[in-house]
């Protein structure tokens, strides 16, 4: 068996691995000049490589298809992928949120733990390869009602036809591919992992939803997910640089909170950015209406009641010293600086002239400042994309194709994605390692 993997990222590298594993003479084509370039600068360059948590609290973390990624999950989890590159020479440290990184904190060491493991089985591996199209040809099938014989390794597409499910086989099988220079490359399999359109820079430019859009598959729009917002109130860039812990970040989308959650975040010259936001971007890339906006609790550990108390204390304490002159005990410096200002409240007014209208004004403040958005950032900011190839028309216990015979999916470019702390490149892992078994 021949298979050639399209893609020398995460999901492509472990699919080369794993059908070299299973006995195939397997070639990974890449078209930069190395593998592993979009891996590099994961995780700020640190490239935090999967989640150590329970299987339950994996999927509570999968935004898209979850069902999808039972059998891929079951077949490589984060222990075995962990296990697999400690085996090969990187080793690993659990953080805070499980988050798995390697020991040196330099994802170039992830990276040399893969490229040992393709050398280790064989793999030949092309750079700077750009392939043009993938070959295949027509075989003979029809529709067929469900009572006649089948094999379980047959993909297969459903249709719907009023009272009774109508079955069809793939009519196409993958011969091989053509490289942009003219070369045809003879294939039993091919894999396709070229990831999704984030950090085009990286090379993730979309080819692969074009090749699979010529086989009939359906892509589900791509967009922009794990990014930053662009927020309306003009008192936000005035904020930029700050950063807030432990703070709670609630998502509304046509009035409904649909996201919430406590953790860090950022302000920009933009908007806001940071762990909270990027996970809130991949529910608001589900459904963007334009009455969306998030409440920020700066201080979540407190009521409304307990706030006020501890305001009124402050007050007291401070006096007749200015409003502005004892803020820094309540907020950081630099929403110290600018509270009063978005707030209406006269910095110079003394504290024990402030009324219960001004607290007020800075309760609702601290435990709901409202941000509207108006837009997440775009590819060249988000860290993965959101959509991709409908996993409808994928077989999710071999991940081939429904429509062709021999042409499998991997990683970014299927309709899978979760929230932030390693997940993502966890379904890359383990999708790429169940194409590659093609069992």
Not at 61 to 89: P, Q, R, T
Not at 229 to 234: I, L, V, W
Request: with cysteine; net charge positive; charged share 25%.
């Amino acid at each position: 068996m021949k298979t050639v993997v399209i893609g020398g990222g995460p999901a492509g590298i472990m699919a080369a691995c794993a059908a070299a594993d299973a006995g195939d003479e397997v070639i990974l084509l890449e078209k930069n000049e190395k593998i592993g370039k979009k891996l590099f600068i994961t995780g700020k360059g640190r490239c935090n490589v999967t989640n150590a948590c329970d299987r339950e609290a994996f999927f509570d973390h999968i935004v898209s298809n979850k069902k999808f990624l039972y059998s891929a999950y079951s077949a490589w989890d984060c222990y075995a992928l962990m296990d697999f590159i400690e085996a090969h020479g990187t080793p690993l440290k659990t953080e805070r949120g499980n988050r798995v990184f390697p020991v040196s904190d330099h994802s170039y060491d992830i990276i040399d733990a893969l490229k040992r493991a393709l050398k280790e089985k064989n793999v030949k591996i092309r750079l700077n390869t750009q392939v043009s199209r993938i070959l295949s040809e027509d075989i003979s099938n029809g529709p067929k009602n469900n009572s006649e014989s089948e094999t379980e390794s047959e993909p297969k597409r459903y249709y719907k036809d009023k009272n009774r499910k109508i079955e069809k086989l793939p009519s196409k099988k993958i011969t091989g591919i053509c490289l942009s220079s003219g070369e045809v490359i003879s294939a039993d399999r091919v894999i396709l992992a070229t990831g999704g359109k984030s950090y085009p820079s990286t090379g993730s430019t979309g080819d692969g939803y074009r090749f699979a859009k010529e086989f009939g598959h359906s892509i589900v729009t791509p967009k922009p997910a794990l990014v930053p917002f662009e927020t309306k109130e003009d008192w936000a860039p005035g904020l930029q640089g700050l950063s807030l812990k432990n703070v709670k970040l609630s998502l509304y989308i046509n009035q409904k909170c649909r996201y919430e959650e406590q953790g860090e975040m950022l302000f920009t010259h933009f908007g806001i950015s940071g762990p909270l936001v990027l996970s809130a971007s991949s529910i608001y890339a589900k459904e963007p209406v334009e009455d969306s906006y998030l409440l920020i609790d700066l201080k979540p550990a407190l009521s409304d009641e307990e706030f006020d108390k501890r305001l009124i204390r402050e007050l007291q304490n401070g006096n007749k010293k200015e409003l502005k002159n004892i803020l820094n005990e309540i907020y950081p410096s630099k929403l110290a600086a600018n509270i009063c200002e978005i707030t209406g409240i006269d910095p110079y007014k003394r504290c024990n002239e402030v009324n219960a209208k001004e607290r007020k004004a800075l309760l609702d403040f601290t435990k709901r400042m409202r941000l509207t958005i108006q837009k997440t950032r775009d590819f060249n900011e988000a860290i993965i994309t959101q959509g991709g190839v409908c996993v409808k028309e994928v077989n999710p216990n071999t991940m081939e194709s429904r429509l062709v015979s021999g042409l499998y999916f991997a990683g970014e470019m299927l309709d899978l994605d979760a929230f932030t702390g390693g997940f993502n490149l966890q379904i890359a892992f383990s999708t790429g390692y169940l194409a590659g078994c093609g069992k």
